[in-house]
């Protein structure tokens, strides 16, 4: 079985904000994922973030992490916290062990098809980040899972130790 890449899909209409996942989406789009979690955060009149994972294969916990960094760019800001959309099994239960129902409303399917915006999302162009940038943001994504819940946090400690040492390193 062929892997497919990764790719993210944006659309924006009367308020409603939706991120689309598809492919196998690893850390090589976090600066892709972290300035749309910026730009959401900046965004007026946001009544609802969607983030749709039905055509997802997986989402790394890099990914997972930036995905969180959006619940928590809108947090107090909307009504209701961000849906996520998911119906591959693998992927539905990474989402509930690292406590993302916490954070948002999962969903196997949307309430009504929204195919406006299925017909405005836009592929968005890979963010590039050269290797100091991709640590960094590999660094904070594991942060912001490690205080979604206790697992997550026992989870990644090695790794945003480890990490944090490499940084320490060489920035010296």
């Known amino acids: 079985m062929l892997i497919e890449e990764g790719r993210i899909k944006a ?23 972290d300035s749309q979690a910026q730009r959401l955060a900046e965004t007026p009149g946001l009544r609802a973030v969607l983030i749709d994972l039905r055509e997802a294969t997986n989402v790394d916990s890099t990914a997972l992490g930036f995905l969180a960094k959006v619940a928590m760019a809108v947090k107090g800001r909307l009504e209701q916290s961000p849906t996520i959309i998911v119906d591959n ?17 999962l969903m196997e399917a949307p309430l009504q098809q929204p195919t406006t915006l299925n017909d405005a999302l836009e592929e968005l162009p890979e963010e590039p980040a050269d ?12 942060r912001i899972l ?3 819940n206790e697992h997550n946090r026992e989870q990644f400690q090695p790794l ?12 010296h």
């Open 89 to 105: 099994p693998d992927v539905r239960q990474m989402l509930d062990v690292m406590g993302f129902a916490r954070f948002f409303t």
């Open 131 to 142: 290797e100091e940038g991709l640590r960094d943001r590999i660094l904070e994504a594991h």
């Open 146 to 148: 490690m205080h979604m």
């Open 11 to 33: 659309a924006f209409d009367s308020g409603v904000f939706v991120l689309k996942l598809c492919g196998d989406v690893r850390l090589t789009l976090c600066a892709t994922l």
């Open 160 to 171: 945003v130790e480890m990490l944090e040492s490499q940084d320490a390193t060489t920035h």
